[in-house]
């Protein structure tokens, strides 16, 4: 059986990337709980 990867949709943290500044820290903050994949 494959190993399922879980990632984060980035659409629903939106409101959160609105700069430059506020998209590092929220990917910051998504790879502190412990993501590692993202859909864009």
Same mark, same amino acid.
């Given at each position: 059986? $494959?190993? #399922?990867?879980?990632? #984060?949709?980035?659409? &629903?943290? %939106? !409101?959160?990337?609105?700069?430059? !500044? #506020?998209?590092?820290? &929220?990917?910051? %903050?998504? %790879? $502190?709980?412990?993501?590692?994949?993202? $859909?864009?």
């Amino acid at each position: 059986m $494959e190993k #399922l990867i879980v990632g #984060l949709q980035l659409y &629903t943290l %939106r !409101d959160f990337c609105k700069g430059v !500044d #506020l998209t590092s820290s &929220t990917f910051k %903050r998504i %790879r $502190e709980m412990g993501y590692r994949v993202v $859909e864009i």
